[in-house]
C-alpha cells in the first residue's frame, strides 16, 4: 500500500506561485508514475499534470506554460510548482500514484490517492 499526503496548499491573490508537495510513505515510488489533478466545485476531478518514472510529463492545457511538476525520488516526494495562478485554478489539488508505467490522465488509471489539499485564488 502506498500512502500519500498532500501539502503546501492555501489562499493565494492572482498572479501567485504556490508549491504543492505530495509525499508517499509505504513503499518507494520512484518507478511509479505520478500525477496532480484537481477537482472544483461541482466539476469533475481533471488531470492537472503528470510524469513517469524517466522524467516524461504531461500538461493539460489550460496550465502548460504556467505549472510545473517535478520529483525528488531520494525524497519519495513529487511537487507541483504554480505560477501566475488564476482564480479559474481554484479547486481541491489531489496527488496520485500508480505502479505501472506510462503518462496517463484518467483518473481511472491512478491507484492511489491522497486526501486533497485546497488552493484558493482571489481576484
Known amino acids: 500500500q502506498v500512502q500519500l499526503v498532500e501539502s503546501g496548499g492555501g489562499l493565494v491573490q492572482a498572479g501567485a506561485s504556490l508549491r504543492l508537495s505530495c509525499t508517499a510513505s509505504?513503499?518507494?515510488?520512484?518507478?511509479?508514475?505520478m500525477g496532480w489533478f484537481r477537482q472544483a466545485p461541482g466539476k469533475a476531478r481533471e488531470i492537472v499534470a503528470t510524469?513517469?518514472?524517466?522524467?516524461?510529463?504531461y500538461y493539460s492545457d489550460s496550465v502548460k506554460g504556467r505549472f510545473t511538476i517535478s520529483r525528488d525520488n531520494a525524497k519519495n516526494t513529487v511537487y507541483l510548482r504554480m505560477n501566475s495562478l488564476k482564480p479559474e485554478d481554484t479547486a481541491v489539488y489531489y496527488c496520485?500514484?500508480?505502479?505501472?508505467?506510462?503518462?496517463?490522465?484518467?483518473?481511472?488509471?491512478?491507484?492511489?490517492w491522497g486526501q486533497g489539499t485546497q488552493v484558493t485564488v482571489s481576484s
Open positions: 510524469i513517469n518514472w524517466t522524467g516524461s510529463t
Open positions: 509505504g513503499r518507494t515510488v520512484s518507478n511509479y508514475r
Open positions: 496520485a500514484a500508480d505502479p505501472r508505467g506510462g503518462l496517463t490522465i484518467a483518473t481511472s488509471t491512478y491507484d492511489y
